[in-house]
């Protein structure tokens, strides 16, 4: 039996590929443990930088795969066994992360893809929220990343309706960075992923923070966190590094990862 998660090593990021085409993706739990050990093993590996993380076949992610979980009722437990750890292991990743959705992203598919840095979607993706469907509640982080990301209207369109949103009106109202021809979605999230991987990762992974945690502070909190992060960097000798570069005029070439 094939393994549902391939980890192809690039230079300087993992593609992580989701590979149960079969069921678009969706997750059973051996999934979940061997996205898991992928995600340790890229966060151990100092060579790996970024993440790019995809899927098989016609489909990202279709969330869970039901038929592994019919008849469990707690579903509270199920997410506090897999899904949330899931991705809070992918926000705490060392390294910056890169989504490529190829296809249907459904459910906690939609919030496995946010909970990355970056999402680029094929223009023929699709975007289902169909947890009102199944009289749930968005799970898994969606429901903290749909109103940040779309306000809070849209957020409770996509929600409440459970409508498909088109790749590249998910570009137009902010859920994604950007949709690119289907063709070119591969490359061009590998030309992605590798700029993150030469970049200098620690900034990289400190910018995310202060972003993410832009919401919870009050401004001057923000200014506070900026200043810590800001000493901290300065003598790191990424920063060095970079200062040569923009006074030589050329290309920074910053060192390994932290």
């Known amino acids: 039996m094939s393994e549902p998660v391939r980890v192809e090593p690039r230079e300087g990021f993992w593609r992580i590929v989701l590979d149960r085409p079969d069921r678009l993706n969706a997750f059973d739990r051996p999934m979940h443990a061997a ?32 038929a592994a979980v019919e008849g469990e009722a707690d579903l509270g437990r199920l997410l506090a066994k897999t899904w949330n750890p899931l991705v809070r292991r992918l926000r705490a990743l060392p390294v910056p992360t890169v989504a490529a959705v190829n296809g249907i992203a459904a459910g906690a598919g939609v919030a496995l893809a946010l909970a990355c840095d970056l999402v680029l979607a094929a223009k023929s993706a699709r975007f289902f929220m169909a947890f009102a469907k199944l009289a749930l509640v968005p799970d898994s982080g969606a429901s903290w990343h749909l109103p940040r990301l779309l306000g809070p209207a849209r957020a409770r369109a996509l929600a409440l309706l459970g409508d498909p949103l088109a790749a590249e009106e998910a570009e137009r109202f902010g859920l994604v960075w950007r949709a690119v021809e289907e ?38 909190e923000q200014l506070e966190e900026e200043e810590r992060l800001q000493r901290e960097l300065g003598h790191a000798p990424d920063y060095a590094e970079g200062l040569r570069a923009f006074l030589e005029k050329r290309p920074p070439r910053f060192g390994a990862r932290p």
């Open 35 to 66: 996205l898991a050990t992928a995600l340790d093993r890229a966060a151990a590996d100092k060579d790996c930088r970024a993440v790019l993380l995809t899927g098989a076949g016609r489909g990202f992610c279709a969330g869970q795969d039901l």
């Open 183 to 220: 063709e070119k979605l591969a490359a061009e999230a590998e030309a992605v992923a590798g700029r993150l991987a030469q970049g200098p990762t620690a900034a990289l992974v400190a910018t995310r923070h202060l972003l993410e945690g832009a919401w919870d502070r009050s401004f001057a």
